[in-house]
C-alpha cells in the first residue's frame, strides 16, 4: 500500500467512478440544511395566508362545543378523529415537501448514486483502535468543529433574535385571533431569514470544501497510476504473446492461400507478393499473400511446390508490397504493370500445356517511379 505521502496525483477517472459506486460522494450537509431550511421556510411563507385561515378555522371547530355535543356517547373520540385528520391533510403535504427538498439537496450536492456497498457488513469497523483513530482524524475533528460553530451561530442568532422581538409574541396576546396568526407568522419569518443567511454562509465554505478533501482523499501515487494503467491495458507480456499468436495465425491463413495463387511476383529475395485473378468474381487482381525475408522464401518454396509461376519483377514486387495490402484488390495504379505480368503468365501456361508458343523472357515492367520505394523519385514515407 502506497503512503499517504506519495499519493500527490490527481484520481483518475476510474478511480473516481468506482470511489462513487463504493458511495464516496462530495456531500455537503450544511447545503442540505440550507435547501431543506430555506425552502422549507419559503414554502411555509408562501402559503401563510392559507395556513393562518386554516389554523384558524382548525381552533373555532376544536375549541367549539355545546351541551348536545357533551351528551353523546364517544363524542370525545369523535372529535379527535376529526381533528386528526385535519392535520393530516396539511402535515403529510409539508412532510412530502421536505422528503423532496431533502432528497433535492442531496442530488444537489452529490448527484445521484444509488449503492448498497455502504450497507455490506464491515467487521474492519468493529476494531477499537480503529474507531478511536477516526473519532481523532483531522476530518472528523474538522467536521466537529464545524458542527459546533454551525450550532453556537444558529443559536445566538436565534437567541438574540427571540430577546429582540420578545414583545412582538406579547403584543400577539392581545390581538384577535387571526391577526395574532398573521402577526406571529410573520415575526417568525424574520428569524428565519438570519438563520437562513447563515446556513448560506456555511454551504457556500462547505460545498467547495467537501469536494476538495474527496479529492485529496482519492489522490493517487505513481504506482497506484502505473498498476491501474497496466490493469486497463492489460498485461504487456501477454498482449505481446497474443499479437505473436495472431500473427502466426495470420501467416499460416495466407501460406495456406498460396497454393490457389495465379502467380508470385518476387524481388530476388526481399519481397514476395502472390496474385490471383477470376474474372468471373474479382474487379481487379487480389494480393492473397505476401511477405519480407524468411516469408517471402517461404511464399516462393509453396509456390514452387504446387507449380505457381514465380516471376522475377523487383520494381513490381517492391511497389505491391508497400502499397498493397492482403486480401485486399492491387492499387489502381498498378493494374498496367500487373496486367502485362498475368498476360505472360497465361501465356506461358498455354505453351506448357501445347495450346501456343513459348514466350520469350519476361519483358520490362513500367511501374510507377513514385510506387517503387527504391526509385530516386519516390516520396519520402512520413
Keep these: 500500500m502506497a503512503d499517504a505521502q506519495d499519493r500527490n496525483l490527481p484520481a483518475s477517472e476510474r478511480k473516481i467512478r468506482k470511489a462513487r459506486r463504493e458511495g464516496q460522494v462530495a456531500r455537503s450537509r450544511d447545503l442540505a440544511h ?32 355545546d351541551h348536545a355535543l357533551l351528551a353523546q356517547d364517544g363524542a370525545m373520540v369523535q372529535r379527535l378523529g376529526e381533528l386528526t385528520r385535519a392535520w393530516l391533510l396539511v402535515l403529510l403535504p409539508l412532510g412530502g415537501a421536505g422528503l423532496a427538498l431533502a432528497l433535492g439537496a442531496s442530488l444537489a450536492s452529490g448527484g445521484w448514486n444509488f449503492t448498497l456497498k455502504p450497507l455490506l457488513p464491515n467487521f474492519g469497523k468493529l476494531d477499537p483502535l480503529a474507531g478511536l483513530g477516526r473519532m481523532v482524524s483531522g476530518q472528523h ?52 431569514a438570519l438563520l437562513v443567511v447563515l446556513l448560506v454562509v456555511f454551504a457556500a465554505i462547505d460545498v467547495p470544501l467537501q469536494r476538495m478533501m474527496l479529492a ?18 492489460g498485461n504487456v507480456e501477454v498482449k505481446g504473446r497474443i499479437k505473436a499468436r495472431m500473427r502466426e495465425m495470420a501467416s499460416k491463413r495466407m501460406l495456406a492461400a498460396v497454393p490457389k495463387a495465379d502467380l508470385v511476383v518476387m524481388n530476388p529475395s526481399h519481397y514476395a507478393v502472390a496474385l490471383k485473378y477470376d474474372e468471373a468474381r474479382m474487379a481487379a487482381p487480389r494480393i492473397v499473400a505476401m511477405g519480407a525475408d524468411l516469408l517471402a522464401l517461404k511464399i516462393r518454396d509453396i509456390a514452387r511446390e504446387h507449380q505457381v509461376p514465380v516471376l522475377q519483377a523487383p520494381p513490381l514486387a517492391r511497389a505491391l508490397y508497400a502499397h498493397g495490402e492482403v486480401d485486399r484488390e492491387i492499387p489502381a495504379r498498378l493494374f498496367s504493370a500487373v496486367a502485362q505480368v498475368l498476360a505472360y503468365v497465361y501465356q506461358l501456361r498455354a505453351a506448357l500445356s501445347g495450346r501456343g508458343a513459348m514466350p520469350g523472357e519476361l519483358p520490362a515492367i513500367a511501374v510507377p517511379p513514385d510506387l517503387d520505394p527504391q526509385h530516386p523519385e519516390a516520396a519520402p514515407k512520413p
Excluded: N, Y
Design 34 to 65: 440550507l435547501l431543506v431550511v430555506g425552502g422549507g421556510g419559503a414554502l411555509l411563507v408562501a402559503a401563510m395566508p392559507l395556513l393562518g385561515d386554516w389554523l384558524h378555522r382548525l381552533l373555532a371547530a376544536g375549541l367549539r362545543f
Design 141 to 192: 475533528l474538522g467536521d466537529l468543529a464545524k458542527a459546533c460553530v454551525l450550532a453556537l451561530g444558529l443559536g445566538v442568532i436565534g437567541g438574540s433574535w427571540l430577546v429582540a422581538h420578545l414583545s412582538d409574541f406579547h403584543d400577539a396576546l392581545k390581538m384577535p385571533l387571526p391577526v395574532a396568526l398573521a402577526h406571529t407568522g410573520r415575526t417568525l419569518a424574520g428569524g428565519l
Design 216 to 233: 485529496r482523499r482519492l489522490k493517487m501515487s505513481h504506482q497506484e497510476v502505473k498498476l491501474e494503467h497496466k490493469e486497463a491495458e
